[in-house]
């Protein structure tokens, strides 16, 4: 059981107060998800030749200061915007070739995201202590993509915490359990497909992805997504200018929708929505099974 929440903002004079309705919104998903929490936040995009990656390390006093020298000493320009476990690094170098120089000299060091528009965080603990941690109410921008993570598959660990990334300025988080990660993981890893962890939510986040590198519609992949997973979800989905939604064939995992002039906000329970502005005048709905939900900035 984990707790899912998601919030767009219609109303562009919001987009500051983003984080501060969104942080409510968390921590209402305590019960369902008291393991890990993370939230992806999706703001105005960096320059087209720049790319943001959003870094984790574990490690206590980690010396981000110092790795800064080290990248621009072996790569070039970076700039360095570190908060407690974390860190945010904009720069003009290939991700790929970032991740690589990382794993050889950093390998402590997780790249949590990459792209021009995403933020991402996520750790250990309470979603009111992650929050906290990293100033979650501060947050700005359009959309923001949050989880809150009962551990029922695999361990209590960064690595297994939502959100999940794939290619750029997309991510996945997930309410339910797939009974066949192990086969779907050995068909991508085959297809080039590197796996970071062993929740079964990364594997169905690597197979979403490498549909839609293939040329795939969201609508395409998810269609392939109903016959080739074995389990039940509801999968949230965040790109630089969208959220999706959907649940599987037999809607096993709850969601809500709050819909308004002003916003579009997704919980698994409707007691996260219950303090949004307005909410008492929303379109409120559950979603139905095996369709698919889109909503653009």
């Not at 050889?104 to 790249?111: E, I, T």
Request: glycine share 8%; with cysteine.
């Amino acid at each position: 059981m984990c707790g899912i929440v998601g919030l767009l903002l219609k109303d562009r004079s919001l987009r500051p107060r983003l984080g501060e309705l969104m942080v409510p919104m968390l921590i209402g998903m305590t019960e369902r998800g008291p393991d890990s929490s993370g939230m992806a936040v999706f703001a105005d995009a960096v320059a087209a030749d720049k790319r943001k990656l959003s870094l984790h390390c574990d490690e206590p006093g980690f010396d981000w200061r110092g790795m800064e020298g080290a990248w621009i000493a072996a790569l070039g320009a970076a700039s360095f915007e570190v908060s407690a476990k974390h860190c945010i690094a904009t720069t003009t170098i290939d991700p790929h070739r970032v991740r690589t120089w990382m794993h050889a000299h950093f390998p402590k060091v997780h790249v949590l995201s990459a792209g021009r528009s995403i933020d991402l965080y996520k750790d250990i603990g309470l979603p009111a202590e992650v929050a906290e941690r990293y100033g979650f109410a501060q947050f700005t921008g359009s959309h923001l993509v949050g989880h809150t993570r009962m551990a029922t598959e695999s361990a209590v660990t960064l690595e297994n915490a939502h959100p999940y990334t794939a290619g750029e300025d997309w991510c996945l988080v997930h309410n339910g359990s797939l009974a066949n990660p192990g086969s779907l993981r050995r068909k991508l890893e085959k297809l080039g497909e590197e796996f970071e962890s062993d929740c079964d939510t990364e594997g169905a986040c690597r197979y979403l992805h490498w549909r839609l590198s293939s040329g795939e519609s969201l609508e395409q992949a998810i269609e392939h997504a109903f016959s080739d997973f074995d389990g039940f979800f509801t999968f949230l989905m965040g790109t630089r200018d969208k959220l999706a939604l959907v649940r599987d064939p037999f809607a096993c995992k709850p969601a809500v929708v709050a819909e308004t002039d002003a916003y579009v906000a997704i919980a698994s329970e409707f007691r996260s929505l219950a303090q949004l502005p307005g909410v008492k005048h929303a379109n409120v709905f559950e979603p139905k099974p095996a369709e698919v939900y889109s909503w653009s900035v």
